[in-house]
């Protein structure tokens, strides 16, 4: 199938830092591309869906202004989390698609991030 | 959103067949099944996707009821490395929102 890489695998940051998770599509191009969060034990959470060249769509309750998605390419997404606060620890996961109805997603590694 | 209800944990013996069941009873003409497994501290893995016709490939089969308000994923030997949690989504009509909901978590006794 299809590979979505995602970097870095896990980072510590301090507490009021900026993280930043990229995610790439390597042999297909991705119209749009999910970032979810997953606390311990829980589910995925949708966090907001980007397609390429627009702004991303936010799902309720998540803040835009402190969690930056950029698609600027068909390959490309990043997820920057501005003032990193312990309550931001998580793992965060990336999946992307191509074309629209029919095609399946393809995720990353996922992301584990730990603010101190 | 349409959503999807999956029982919460199933067991299975190695080797024999599990059925997976997920209803949608709220399904719209277009939304596409997907089916996904998630193993501890990775992302999830693609298993198999269909409209209304039962589906086949090399991991498992897809059985989607005649009202496509329900649907059934076959794994048709277990094995231990098919211990995860399976998530059964639906796509809407133009591809957005990959909602996620609880699952079913699968486990393997030898």
């Known amino acids: 199938g299809a590979v979505v890489s995602q970097h870095p695998s896990r980072v510590i940051c301090k507490s009021g830092t900026s993280v930043k998770i990229e995610c790439r599509s390597l042999d297909f191009q991705a119209t749009t591309m999910f970032w979810y969060r997953q606390f311990p034990k829980q589910s995925l959470m949708l966090m907001a869906t980007?397609?390429?060249?627009?702004?991303?769509?936010?799902e309720q309750g998540v803040e835009k202004d402190k969690f930056l998605i950029n698609h600027a390419s068909l390959t490309l997404s990043t997820l920057t989390v501005t003032s990193a606060h312990p309550e931001d620890s998580s793992f965060y996961i990336c999946s992307a698609k191509s074309g629209s109805l029919n095609t399946e997603a393809f995720f990353g590694q996922g992301t584990r991030l730990t603010v101190v | 959103d349409a959503k999807t209800t999956q029982p919460n944990s199933m067991e299975s013996n190695e080797e024999e067949p599990v059925h997976l069941p997920c209803n949608h009873s709220?399904?719209?003409?277009?939304?596409?099944i997907h089916w996904y497994r998630q193993l501890p501290s990775q992302g999830p893995e693609y298993v198999i996707h269909g409209l209304t016709s039962n589906v086949n490939n090399r991991m498992a089969s897809l059985a989607i009821a005649e009202d496509r308000k329900s649907s059934t994923l076959i794994l048709h030997r277990a094995t231990l490395r098919d211990a995860a949690v399976y998530y059964c989504?639906?796509?809407?009509?133009?591809?957005?929102?990959?909602?996620f909901g609880p699952g079913t978590r699968l486990s393997v006794l030898p």
């Open positions: 989504i639906l796509n809407d009509n133009y591809g957005q929102n990959f909602v």
């Open positions: 709220t399904i719209s003409g277009t939304d596409y």
């Open positions: 980007s397609n390429e060249g627009s702004k991303a769509t936010y």
